[in-house]
T-cell receptor, first 114, second 111 residues
Framework: KAGVTQTPRYLIKTRGQQVTLSCSPISGHRSVSWYQQTPGQGLQFLFEYFSETQRNKGNFPGRFSGRQFSNSRSEMNVSTLELGDSALYLC?????????????FGPGTRLLVL | GIQVEQSPPDLILQEGANSTLRCNFSDSVNNLQWFHQNPWGQLINLFYIPSGTKQNGRLSATTVATERYSLLYISSSQTTDSGVYFCAVRDLTGGGNKLTFGTGTQLKVEL
């Protein structure tokens, strides 16, 4: 079974631009979560989607948004990019997001904002 | 929210040595996972271990939920074990599928 895939793997943008990242979960998984990893803040939860609905949200500004499609693929969007948005963005999937489930992570998208 | 602390923050070992990594958490949890982040950034699942002990080859993990800690043991370390090890938990009060990560242990295994 293929793992979680993320595209693109690397991205360079300039301040003020917007960016869209994509995540395809493991086949059959319906819960998709997004995390941001930076050297200063570590790994932080952004949001989770299940059945096309945002189920949980971390403490990030409204510039960070996401959505999930009927095939469980998810996208996250960052508008009006800031230098501090430079990070590794990781996507994780699990079957339904219930307590006893393992989350599986994709390879990540490295975003550099200049 | 729940706090997760890992120790030591950095560890340098000679190949063949054993090590123990620790994860302390501040509240009851219903999900605990250990990950290895490779040099390319991918988080690789090692264990799902909210309680008890598990072993997988040279790695084993123990979680004592009542005392709020988990340990990851690496035996006969190899250079390929280098990277950052994270524990992540989901607390009982959190909704959805949010994992809270520790700050990680950076492991370097030298020849």
């Amino acid at each position: 079974k293929a793992g979680v895939t993320q595209t693109p793997r690397y991205l360079i943008k300039t301040r003020g631009q917007q960016v869209t990242l994509s995540c395809s979960p493991i086949s059959g998984h319906r819960s998709v979560s997004w995390y941001q990893q930076t050297p200063g803040q570590g790994l932080q939860f952004l949001f989770e989607y299940f059945s096309e609905t945002q189920r949980n949200k971390g403490n990030f500004p409204g510039r960070f948004s996401g959505r999930q499609f009927s095939n469980s693929r998810s996208e996250m969007n960052v508008s009006t990019l800031e230098l501090g948005d430079s990070a590794l963005y990781l996507c994780a999937s699990s079957l339904t997001g219930t307590v006893q489930e393992t989350q599986y992570f994709g390879p990540g998208t490295r975003l550099l904002v200049l | 929210g729940i706090q997760v602390e890992q120790s030591p923050p950095d560890l340098i070992l000679q190949e063949g040595a054993n090590s123990t990594l620790r994860c302390n958490f501040s509240d009851s949890v219903n999900n605990l996972q250990w990950f290895h982040q490779n040099p390319w950034g991918q988080l690789i699942n090692l264990f799902y271990i909210p309680s008890g002990t598990k072993q997988n080859g040279r790695l084993s993990a123990t979680t004592v939920a009542t005392e709020r800690y988990s340990l990851l043991y690496i035996s006969s370390s190899q250079t390929t074990d280098s990277g950052v090890y994270f524990c992540a938990v989901r607390d009982l009060t959190g909704g959805g599928n949010k994992l809270t990560f520790g700050t990680g242990t950076q492991l370097k295994v030298e020849l």
